[in-house]
């Protein structure tokens, strides 16, 4: 079983959509992250939520809005999609807010045109 | 959190030990050193980390100097397979904010047959 999945793997869509990144975790774990890795491959921090609630949101705008509708899932969801959003987005997981050994997912890649 | 400095890029024989650097000059008492790694096309993976002692895990062994300014990941026997990007983080475990790993350039590690 994979730890950390995410769907889909890779997202093509055009300028002005509205489009989810879903992330389900299956190892118990209190914490869940979502990273941007951008096209000079530098990794962010988008959001980190614990227990379903949100800690950290760095600064991303409000077109993102993660939704936890539990502790395994921490979906993605973007509106109005623009050329910039264009990266990989990574889920990851650790087993709390304290906790730096972090488990990432596989990336999805989403393309805007 | 603490800035690290990498070497861009470097190469080893496969079989050998590979012996990856990290400056940490600034890192305050509390901080641990971390190590991750990325593979091309995957999320990045936790490796080890450590506070002032040496750690070593079934992937790697981590040594930092006394006075903690430096760290020195070692991979015993170098495979293919650890062909991959490397990242030292120099961070504070306990964060009630929340966990944000913030990923710096990192080491290209080539591993050549």
């Known amino acids: 079983d994979t730890a950390v999945s995410q769907t889909p793997k890779y997202l093509v869509t055009q300028m002005g959509n509205d489009k989810s990144i879903k992330c389900e975790q299956n190892?118990?774990?209190?914490?869940m992250y979502w990273y941007k890795q951008d096209s000079k491959k530098f990794l962010k921090i988008m959001f980190s939520?614990?227990?379903?609630?949100?800690?950290i949101n760095e600064t991303v705008p409000n077109r993102f809005s993660p939704k936890s509708p539990d502790k395994a899932h921490l979906n993605l969801h973007i509106n109005s999609l623009e050329l910039g959003d264009s990266a990989v987005y990574f889920c990851a997981t650790s087993s709390g807010p304290g906790r730096n050994e972090q488990f990432f997912g596989p990336g999805t890649r989403l393309t805007v045109l | 959190d603490a800035k690290t400095t990498q070497p861009t890029s470097m190469d080893c024989a496969e079989g050998r030990a590979a012996n990856l650097p990290c400056n940490h000059s600034t890192i305050s008492g509390n901080e641990y050193v971390y190590w991750y790694r990325q593979i091309h096309s995957q999320g990045p993976q936790y490796i080890i980390h450590g506070l002032k002692n040496n750690e070593t895990n079934e992937m790697a062994s981590l040594i930092i100097t006394e006075d903690r300014k430096s760290s020195t990941l070692i991979l015993p026997h170098a495979t293919l397979r650890d062909t991959a990007v490397y990242y030292c983080i120099v961070r504070v475990p306990l964060n009630n904010a929340g966990n944000m790993l913030t990923f710096g350039g990192g080491t290209r590690l080539m591993v050549k047959p």
């Open positions: 190892l118990g774990h209190d914490t």
């Open positions: 939520y614990n227990n379903k609630e949100l800690i």
